[in-house]
């Protein structure tokens, strides 16, 4: 079983949808979530990053993390065509004198006018 | 504000042929730099992190070496190219907090 779980998709929507991404994971010791949106032969892009358990709020974007069902979501509103990349969780933890980051493997996202 | 470069954007070399791949942060400094290699269609794989000038450790057993010759430099390198060797290549940094910032990577086919 993989430490993180990611649906790859594709996952295609129509501009103005709401979009749901979600991550599921097994080692409790993650502390850190993290959201990354990644361009075609670009490199990842921090979106969100959230401790604790609840939701946090930026603009069109959402992320909810639940501890307890070890389980993280980003939320996209009003989701635009420029929104279209992919889409990669992230999840850290101290080891070894630093923080690991462990990633899922990224759900591509398709918004069209 | 901090910013990460990274060169070549792409490139492609021969099996068996030398590698040497630059990562280079301004902006900040003492960061924690980190090398991910990325197939098509998965998730990062961290191959490389260092935590200070000449400190690295590797977290895969490679056909990779990697060096830290100076504070904000980070350079991946092989001496014989495999042809799994291709894929995306990205340089990280951090310090001090658990997010990652990531460079613009380099592509790397190997022929």
Redesign the interface.
Same mark, same amino acid.
């Given at each position: 079983q993989k430490e993180v779980e990611q649906d790859p998709g594709p996952l295609s929507v129509p501009e103005g949808a709401i979009v749901s991404l979600n991550c599921t994971y097994s080692n409790s010791a993650f502390q850190y979530f993290m959201w990354y949106r990644q361009y075609s032969r670009k490199g990842p892009e921090l979106l969100m990053y959230t401790y604790s358990s609840g939701n946090k709020e930026d603009g069109r974007f959402t992320a909810q993390v639940d501890k307890s069902s070890k389980y993280i979501s980003l939320f996209i509103r009003d989701s635009q065509p420029s929104d279209s990349a992919t889409y990669l969780c992230a999840m850290s933890f101290p080891s070894g004198g630093y923080n690991k980051l462990i990633f899922g493997a990224g759900t591509r996202l398709a918004v069209h006018p | 504000s901090q910013t990460i470069h #990274?060169w070549p954007a792409t490139l492609v070399q021969p099996v068996g042929s030398p590698l040497s791949l630059e990562c280079t942060v301004e902006g900040t400094s003492n960061p @924690?730099l980190y090398w991910y290699r990325q197939a098509a !269609? +998965? !998730? *990062?794989q *961290?191959l490389f /992190?260092s935590?200070g000038i000449g400190q690295i %450790?590797s977290e895969v057993p490679q056909n990779l070496s990697a060096s830290r010759p100076q504070d904000r430099q980070f350079i991946l390198s092989s001496k014989k190219l495999l042809l799994s060797d291709s894929g $995306?290549y *990205?340089c990280a940094w @951090?310090r001090g %907090? /658990?997010? #990652? /910032? $990531? !460079?613009? !990577?380099t +592509?790397l086919t190997v022929t």
């Amino acid at each position: 079983q993989k430490e993180v779980e990611q649906d790859p998709g594709p996952l295609s929507v129509p501009e103005g949808a709401i979009v749901s991404l979600n991550c599921t994971y097994s080692n409790s010791a993650f502390q850190y979530f993290m959201w990354y949106r990644q361009y075609s032969r670009k490199g990842p892009e921090l979106l969100m990053y959230t401790y604790s358990s609840g939701n946090k709020e930026d603009g069109r974007f959402t992320a909810q993390v639940d501890k307890s069902s070890k389980y993280i979501s980003l939320f996209i509103r009003d989701s635009q065509p420029s929104d279209s990349a992919t889409y990669l969780c992230a999840m850290s933890f101290p080891s070894g004198g630093y923080n690991k980051l462990i990633f899922g493997a990224g759900t591509r996202l398709a918004v069209h006018p | 504000s901090q910013t990460i470069h #990274q060169w070549p954007a792409t490139l492609v070399q021969p099996v068996g042929s030398p590698l040497s791949l630059e990562c280079t942060v301004e902006g900040t400094s003492n960061p @924690n730099l980190y090398w991910y290699r990325q197939a098509a !269609g +998965r !998730g *990062l794989q *961290l191959l490389f /992190y260092s935590v200070g000038i000449g400190q690295i %450790s590797s977290e895969v057993p490679q056909n990779l070496s990697a060096s830290r010759p100076q504070d904000r430099q980070f350079i991946l390198s092989s001496k014989k190219l495999l042809l799994s060797d291709s894929g $995306f290549y *990205l340089c990280a940094w @951090n310090r001090g %907090s /658990y997010e #990652q /910032y $990531f !460079g613009p !990577g380099t +592509r790397l086919t190997v022929t």
